[in-house]
């Protein structure tokens, strides 16, 4: 018997264009060498240029997908996206506390592309202060990180660039609520390349880990940041070391992007299997509907 693969459970919503979701998990988790269990969290009605409804599944089935799973398969690493409710980020938190040694990735996904909410303010408080603390590793673009870290009166903040809260100091007060690392993507940021940060503490001060730049690539992608946070749950689930883990999961999205195709008519989609591709000299599969056929 061939040795099992490496087990990554992910728990998102559906999404039918196969971009983002739990079919960008399932693609990514597959393409670095690892298995994928998904779980279930909601279901989407959705084309590449938005979200039109989304339906979320019963917290209780959500903990019936998983702890089924749980019993039956060794799971190496959780990585969490949509979670949809309350309920839900309760049931997600009380099935990772009960296996406090497997690494954590938490996408706090809020919003799609084009801005359709996936997360209220009730469901915000309820990730900060029952999964924040379970986390290995948060993956929040800067819109994200400065929307979790966001508090009422802004007191806690220093500001930066136009009245928003600084990375830094958003970086400061999510692992002050109990998140082992940060890495914030700079895709929303005006820069001329893409620098992602990575932060975590050092004695009690919160500091720059690494900061990786990379090419800014043109065009609007669905589904990068299931696709990086799945690489690198798949990488810890391997056994690589987490600054290891970052570097090699942002390495392997950018070429996902970069190989990335256009099946409708919205936003990319990043080719998962961008290297089966080319090590097979098979073609690309950029697909433009609106191109000119010439």
Request: aromatic share 6%; hydrophobic share 40%; glycine share 10%.
């Amino acid at each position: 018997m061939p040795a099992p693969l490496p087990i990554v459970m992910t728990f998102s919503a559906c999404d039918p264009t196969g971009g983002a979701g739990l079919q960008a998990d399932l693609l990514t988790v597959t393409s670095m060498g690892c298995h994928a269990a998904t779980i279930v969290t909601g279901y989407t009605v959705q084309d590449t240029a938005g979200v039109e409804e989304f339906v979320a599944v019963d917290a209780d089935h959500v903990d019936d997908q998983a702890r089924t799973i749980l019993e039956d398969m060794p799971v190496a690493a959780f990585k969490i996206g949509v979670l949809g409710d309350v309920e839900t980020v309760a049931a997600v938190a009380e099935i990772v506390s009960d296996y406090p040694d497997l690494p954590v990735i938490l996408d706090p996904v809020l919003a799609s592309g084009r801005g359709d909410a996936f997360a209220d303010d009730d469901t915000l408080l309820a990730i900060r202060e029952l999964l924040l603390p379970q986390t290995t590793l948060l993956t929040p673009n800067s819109y994200e990180a400065r929307r979790l870290a966001a508090t009422e009166d802004g007191a806690d903040a220093d500001e930066g660039t136009n009245g928003s809260i600084s990375l830094e100091a958003a970086a400061t007060l999510l692992i002050g609520w109990g998140c082992e690392f940060v890495l914030i993507t700079g895709t929303h940021e005006n820069t001329a390349e893409v620098v992602n940060l990575l932060y975590g503490e050092e004695g009690e001060r919160t500091v720059l880990k690494r900061s990786d730049a990379w090419k800014r690539l043109p065009g609007s992608y669905h589904g990068s940041g299931c696709t990086l946070a799945s690489a690198i749950a798949s990488l810890l689930a391997s056994g690589v070391d987490l600054d290891d883990a970052v570097r090699e999961g942002q390495e392997y999205t950018w070429h996902t992007l970069n190989g990335g195709f256009r099946p409708g008519m919205g936003q990319f989609i990043p080719d998962r299997f961008f290297w089966a591709r080319r090590a097979s000299g098979g073609p690309r599969l950029h697909v433009d509907p609106l191109a000119d056929p010439a």
